[in-house]
């Protein structure tokens, strides 16, 4: 980690800087020298800034923030140093064309030069307009993360009706609300939490799944909206699993009792809010005389870097000797479901899941769906179906690193089987 951080400081940062640099020194050059100093330092005062607000993310991520206002500005200076970094590429990008631009002519050029021809024309130098175009284009996506930080409470319902494989007409019209990843040490707005409560409710769901990551390093960051989420009920029940965030594995706790201790707060303050906890087991719900089995998973995920408690056999011990039409599995992470529930377990109609929060980043209009998360997942977002199972990763409630939303809103999924 010390070895990364290094290279980050090292290599990435003056990278970054000698960039910007070149490029507000190209676009000011024919200003006067008062405005030219002027803007020079502002911009040396933003990048040590942003180069600040880095390390505050860092130790503060992971302890109390200072404040709501401090939080936002931090994010806003990330969200320059992104648009710094931008900046940066298209930079090294000009620079790229630049030369083999010149090497061109130059190579092109050379039986005139062996002639002794004169050769017209002048070879090629970085342009004020690639300057201006990287500051431009830097400058947009740094107002853009700063416009998505009023997006993170704007919560969007998504309707989706589910067709399953011989699903028996008693099961038909039945309501699923899905919330996942509520992340809620990142709130700082308890009545914009309670309107996406509320907004849940209103669908009158029969039932409620919530898959995973209710804070995101320890329990205490559910006590102040305990009472909001204790709002959602259900007539089938409100149940729920863990996420990679819910073991409280990202904090360095005195000693290994004080982070078991805490754990089991977490599960309790979840009962006392009326929710059942799965953990690597299943429950047998009767919904219009028909029975139908709920799963939940523990976090278990293809990446290296999160854990791997799930055990999805002992959450399936006795279901195989039960003729259910319906099995659904909820599991937080949704590499899960190519890794091992497909290839292991063909009954398992439908899963759900949450985790990638579609990198709270992206574009997704009619034709278009697009998101760094896909380059990390294979599933990242919305309904997903192979043969007769079906998955659906939902986008997220909550918000954890950067505080806001681009084009990939909060979601509350209402899933109805047709």
């Known amino acids: 980690m010390l070895a990364k951080q290094i290279l980050v400081i090292g290599i990435l940062f003056p990278f970054i800087e000698y960039y910007c640099f070149v490029a507000v020194r190209r676009i000011t050059r024919n200003l006067t020298k008062g405005w030219q100093t002027t803007i020079l330092i502002l911009y040396v005062l933003l990048s040590i800034a942003v180069i ?65 021809k004169p050769v017209s024309g002048k070879t090629l130098t970085r342009s004020q307009f690639i300057s201006t175009s990287a500051l431009i284009c830097g400058a947009a996506f740094t107002g853009g993360l700063g416009y998505g930080i009023t997006n993170r409470y704007r919560y969007r319902l998504r309707y989706v009706p589910l067709s399953l494989e011989g699903l028996p007409g008693e099961f038909k019209s039945m309501k699923i609300v899905q919330i996942s990843d509520i992340h809620a040490g990142s709130f700082d707005n308890p009545q914009a939490v309670s309107d996406g409560v509320e907004m849940a409710m209103r669908e009158n769901p029969d039932l409620i799944l919530i898959t995973g990551d209710l804070v995101n390093y320890r329990s205490d960051e559910i006590e102040p909206y305990m009472d909001i989420f204790g709002k959602l009920k259900a007539p089938l029940g409100v149940y729920t699993i863990l996420g990679n965030h819910d073991y409280g594995d990202y904090l360095s706790w005195p000693t290994e009792d004080e982070k078991k201790s805490d754990f089991e707060r977490l599960k309790n303050f979840q009962q006392l809010m009326g929710w059942k906890l799965l953990l690597n087991e299943h429950v047998i719900i009767r919904h219009n005389s028909r029975d139908f089995a709920l799963i939940g998973s523990e976090n278990w995920s293809i990446k290296e870097r999160f854990p791997k408690y799930g055990d999805l056999e002992k959450a399936m011990t006795g279901l195989q000797a039960i003729d259910l039409p319906l099995k659904i599995l909820m599991t937080h992470d949704p590499s899960h479901w190519d890794a091992r529930i497909r290839p292991g377990y063909p009954d398992i109609n439908l899963t759900l899941s949450g985790h990638t929060h579609g990198m709270q980043m992206g574009v997704e209009i009619p034709g278009i769906k697009w998101s760094p998360a896909q380059y990390f997942y294979k599933q990242w977002a919305g309904l997903y179906r192979v043969n007769d199972q079906y998955l659906y990763v939902n986008r997220g409630f909550g918000f954890i690193g950067y505080n806001g939303r681009i084009g990939i809103l909060p979601e509350i999924a209402v899933l109805e089987l047709v």
């Open 52 to 116: 600040l607000s880095l390390f505050a993310f860092r130790n503060w991520a992971t302890s109390e923030w200072p404040s709501v206002s401090i939080k936002l500005l931090v994010s806003l200076l990330m969200g320059a140093f992104f648009g710094k970094f931008l900046t940066a590429l298209i930079m090294l990008a000009g620079d790229v064309v630049v030369v083999f631009s010149a090497l061109s002519k130059l190579l092109f050029s050379l039986p005139e030069r062996i002639k002794g």
